[in-house]
């Protein structure tokens, strides 16, 4: 009956989505704003596109919209979304062939996903259909799906050809159930113990020594690797101290980001996500946490390591609605004075629904503004040069 059911999901949506592939990916830019945007972006190696709380709906329509321009004319490549690095990439694998949205959904944090990135998905399989071959992948480093200890183990099992390996009396099924718990979606995760880090991360630490990497399985001992330090790191540390999980989550994605760009050096990526990862300065942003944490964001080591490779865009809402973390719709608040955005919405039209700013043209303007909400919906001051090298700016943000 299920399988049934999960058919019956697969044809509808694929019916739906594939309609909608073939529309119009403009921005609805002006003209120079349009110019602009693609001089910025279409020979960088990687971009980054992020939105406020992950879960506004405008920002992820306009995302997908530029992401399939991006690859259908400026040769993109990599897509990689803010979910676990190989259940994203499991996932989209089975996904070119099955054309099941309902497991390609299953891969991602439940906050990230939405329709638009659906469309997405369906728009990158057609491509891949067409010999384009794109790769999707996440990029964090945490667990991000429903069935996390079911895809983990299977591959480990695939990888060990039938071979049983002695892990100090740690069963593949008990590794599973650890697993299990680590999970994000799971109700008993504020029950867990470092007894379950401690089993996953000396299983890892097991097969790691006992299987050698191959050309087949170099990606996925890659990844179990940069797993088990990060676990490691946790065990090492006391639960008091949870601002670390901050410094070793951006530290490991950053990780993951770079060992793709080794793998794939001459392919453009695009990072989909929060703004919050993708930051070039968090010191430039007057907070208590980026001032006191010692927390170095993914995108300022990006910056860092690629230079002018990097490009961050940001999307922010000039008025309209907003939803929570939690998927609750929110009223924007008022433009604050001094704000970029409401030094935006007097500057455009307001017939025109989706602006674009830049260093590279506007960097007097972004100076003279002294704050943005483009974190979180909430009004920061920010020295916006040194955090972002481009902005959107939704006129009605979250339209459904």
Known sequence: ?????????????????????????????????????????????????????????????????????????????IICIESNLFEVYKAFEDFKTTGNIVFMNSSLYPVVKNNEL????????????????????GFDPNFSGVNTHETFTKAIQANLNNTEIECKDISPEDFSKHLKKLRP??????????????????????????????????????????????????????KSKLKNSHIIRDSVMFENIVYLKNKYPYEKMILFGSS????????????????????????????????DDYFFIAYTGVSGNTRGFYGKKQKLKELTPNSIENTVNKKYP?????????????????????????????????????????????RNNNME
């Not at 170099?218 to 065990?235: A, D, H, P």
Request: hydrophobic share 40%.
């Open 1 to 77: 009956m299920n399988k049934i059911l999960n058919n019956s999901i697969t044809l509808f949506f694929t019916m739906c989505f594939v309609l909608n592939t073939n529309s119009s990916f403009s921005q609805e830019l002006t003209k120079e704003d349009n110019a602009l945007l693609f001089s910025d972006i279409a020979q960088k190696q990687i971009v980054a596109l992020g939105d406020a709380t992950h879960t506004d709906y405008t920002a992820s329509k306009f995302r997908v919209d530029l992401i399939k321009e991006l690859v259908e004319k400026h040769n993109f490549s």
């Open 118 to 137: 659906d469309k997405l998905f369906f728009f990158l399989k057609e491509q891949n259909e067409k010999g384009n071959n794109v790769k999707v992948y």
């Open 185 to 238: 979606t799971n109700l008993k995760a504020l029950l867990r113990t470092k007894k379950d880090y401690r089993i996953v991360h000396d299983y890892l630490t097991c097969y790691l020594d006992n299987v050698l990497a191959t050309n087949e399985n170099e990606y996925f001992n890659n990844y179990l690797f940069n797993i088990k330090t990060s676990l490691g790191k946790k065990l090492e540390g006391k």
């Open 276 to 307: 919050s990862h993708f930051i070039k300065s968090p010191k430039a942003i007057n907070s208590k946490f980026m001032q006191n944490s010692g927390w170095k964001s993914l995108g300022e080591r990006l910056s860092n390591k690629f230079h």
């Open 350 to 394: 307001s017939n025109i629904e989706i602006m674009y700013l830049s260093v590279n043209r506007d960097k007097l303007i972004l100076d003279e503004a002294v704050y943005s909400r483009f974190l979180g919906n909430t009004f920061y001051k920010i020295n916006l040069t040194k955090t972002v090298d481009g902005l959107f700016f939704i």
